[in-house]
Antibody, heavy 127, light 113 residues
Framework: QVQLVQSGAEVKKPGSSVKVSCKAP????????ISWVRQAPGEGPEWMGG????????NSAQKFQGRVTITADESTTTAYMELSSLRSEDTAVYYC????????????????????WGQGTLVTVST | DIVMTQSPDSLAVSLGERATINCKSS????????????LAWYQQKPGQPPQLLIY???TRDSGVPDRFSGSGSGTDFTLTISSLQAEDVAVYYC?????????FGQGTKLEIK
């Protein structure tokens, strides 16, 4: 069982940035694939991007490119997601999540399902 | 992006009866080179994050009851609950992990009839 602990709820103004943290237990942190997934009220989950710390490989959905930065600090086993230029449509619960397995095929890594999820961080963007 | 479309949007089934949820992808999420289907199913209850039920389209995650099963390949997939229990009331999502961005279906809300 992998317990992920996320930072607390945030209220932000439009145009500002938010940085959400996700603390994972030590051990295999670096070898996991870490995703950030958000879920707006009443909507389905939306994958924003991810990182495999041990490989130093991060990628994000085209929709968020230029606005999202996903990083991982192996020394503190903490992952971060920063989203900038916030707008009201970014109001959602943001989850960090781990895939304990991934594969490599045709030049790309693929996260095999998402096994463990954080408790979620509500980010509200409002004037 | 690969679009995942689930049907139906909602479903009401009697306790002990079978529930079937369908998921269709806008392009194949299967690789012939390794014969694998890059498709997962999740269960989400109110106020909780999604929980992984099935990956590789048909492999149950650890601890998932065997009344849950997945099938399909290519673009068409199915989640079946063989005998509905009260604790299965939830929203179910399919997700492809064939290519980024990994996309989810819109969800199917499962209720007791």
């Amino acid at each position: 069982q992998v317990q992920l602990v996320q930072s607390g709820a945030e209220v932000k103004k439009p145009g500002s940035s938010v940085k959400v943290s996700c603390k994972a237990p030590g051990g295999s942190f670096s070898s996991y694939a870490i995703s950030w997934v958000r879920q707006a009220p009443g909507e389905g989950p939306e994958w924003m991007g991810g990182i495999i710390p041990i490989l130093g490989i991060a990628n994000s959905a085209q929709k968020f490119q230029g606005r999202v930065t996903i990083t991982a600090d192996e020394s503190t086993t903490t992952a971060y997601m920063e989203l900038s230029s916030l707008r009201s449509e970014d109001t959602a619960v943001y989850y960090c999540a781990i895939s304990t397995h991934y594969d490599y095929l045709r030049g790309s890594y693929r996260y095999i399902g998402i096994d463990y999820w954080g408790q979620g961080t509500l980010v509200t963007v409002s004037t | 992006d690969i679009v995942m479309t689930q049907s139906p949007d909602s479903l009401a089934v009697s306790l002990g009866e079978r529930a079937t949820i369908n998921c269709k992808s806008s392009q194949s999420v299967s690789y012939s080179s390794n014969n694998k289907n890059y498709l997962a199913w999740y269960q989400q209850k109110p106020g909780q994050p999604p929980q992984l039920l099935i990956y590789w389209a048909s492999t149950r995650d650890s601890g998932v009851p065997d009344r849950f099963s997945g099938s399909g390949s290519g673009t068409d997939f199915t989640l079946t609950i063989s005998s509905l229990q009260a604790e299965d009331v939830a929203v179910y999502y399919c997700q492809q992990y064939y290519s980024t961005p990994y996309t989810f279906g819109q969800g199917t809300k499962l209720e007791i009839k």
